[in-house]
C-alpha cells in the first residue's frame, strides 16, 4: 500500500513564483493543497511552520518544508523531488 504524501503550499493572489511551483508539482502529478495568504495572521501562522520564513511560496512535504519555488527548482533538476513525492 502506497501512502499518500500531504503536501501544502503556501501562496498569495498574483504571484508569479507560486504559479511556476504548482505547474512544477502539477508535472509529478500529485495532489496538493494551496492555502492562499489573504492577511497577516494567514502569514503569521506560515511564518511559525516554515521557521521565519515570510516569502511565497512556502512548500511543505509531510510537514517538512523544503522552501519556496527556488528550492523546488533546485530539486527537480537533481532528481530529487521525485524521490520526496513517490
Do not use: W
Amino acid at each position: 500500500m502506497v501512502l499518500k504524501k500531504n503536501i501544502k503550499i503556501y501562496t498569495t493572489e498574483n504571484c508569479g513564483y507560486c504559479k511556476k511551483a504548482k505547474t512544477l508539482l502539477n508535472l509529478y502529478n500529485v495532489d496538493y493543497e494551496e492555502l492562499v495568504i489573504k492577511n497577516e495572521k494567514e502569514r503569521d501562522n506560515m511564518t511559525n511552520l516554515s521557521g521565519g520564513k515570510r516569502t511565497v511560496p512556502q512548500i511543505f512535504i509531510n510537514n517538512l518544508n523544503i522552501g519556496g519555488y527556488d528550492e523546488i527548482y533546485s530539486l527537480h533538476k537533481n532528481g530529487d523531488l521525485k524521490k520526496l513525492l513517490i
